[in-house]
T-cell receptor, first 109, second 114 residues
Framework: AQRVTQPEKLLSVFKGAPVELKCNYS??????LFWYVQYSRQRLQLLLR??SRESIKGFTADLNKGETSFHLKKPFAQEEDSAMYYC???????????FGKGTKLSVIP | NAGVTQTPKFRVLKTGQSMTLLCAQD?????MYWYRQDPGMGLRLIHY???????AKGEVPDGYNVSRLKKQNFLLGLESAAPSQTSVYFC?????????????FGPGTRLTVT
């Protein structure tokens, strides 16, 4: 069975401080990992995916297969980063996503 | 393009009543999904569809039924609503191109069952 764990329900950081949102997964094969974000009063949207190795809005995430982690990082938090963040996993050959329970990021001015 | 739309946006039901939530997408996506979002639980998959005329159960299918008569529409039905079904329901759709499983979400339907 596949599982995604986000250990922090709430993370508060000051503006300008570094941010790290943790995500650990359990999957026996080679997963595809994603971060989705939900801003207040907006729909859930894709932030980034590990296969793209891209930086979106200053966020990056590296897949660490040895530690089965896909932590989301940003060197300097901005107030507009305040949102709910979900880590998600897709198994090989599957189009389904398994979501973590989410972490609410609050950036303090 | 409107993307993924959901009808209605809000609904209050009494226990035992029935209703249907409609999801529509104009992106010609093969795959469509219904999730529920509860505080502290994240998103949980109710049912999904891999194409017109096909549906499958997700993680929490009990109490719900779905139909995909047209490629662009995915309906979620509650035959006899229960207070435990109070939640925010999200529909999503995705392409089938390997390596591009981005799911596009609708705005959600907030359902309250009293």
């Amino acid at each position: 069975a596949q599982r995604v764990t986000q250990p922090e329900k709430l993370l508060s950081v000051f503006k300008g401080a570094p941010v790290e949102l943790k995500c650990n997964y359990s999957y026996s094969g080679s997963p595809e990992l994603f971060w989705y974000v939900q801003y207040s009063r907006q729909r859930l949207q894709l932030l980034l995916r590990h296969i793209s190795r891209e930086s979106i809005k200053g966020f990056t995430a590296d897949l660490n297969k040895g530690e089965t982690s896909f932590h989301l990082k940003k060197p300097f938090a901005q107030e507009e980063d305040s949102a709910m963040y979900y880590c998600a996993l897709s198994g090989a050959g599957s189009y389904q996503l398994t979501f973590g329970k989410g972490t609410k990021l609050s950036v303090i001015p | 393009n409107a993307g993924v739309t959901q009808t209605p946006k809000f609904r209050v039901l009494k226990t035992g009543q029935s209703m249907t939530l409609l999801c529509a997408q104009d992106m010609n996506h093969e795959y469509m999904y219904w999730y529920r979002q509860d505080p502290g639980m994240g998103l949980r998959l109710i049912h999904y569809s891999v194409g017109e005329g096909t549906t499958a159960k997700g993680e929490v299918p009990d109490g719900y039924n779905v139909s995909r008569l047209k490629k662009q529409n995915f309906l979620l039905g509650l035959e006899s609503a229960a207070p435990s079904q109070t939640s925010v329901y999200f529909c999503a759709s995705s392409r089938t191109v390997r390596g591009n499983y981005e799911q596009y979400f609708g705005p959600g339907t907030r359902l309250t069952v009293t």
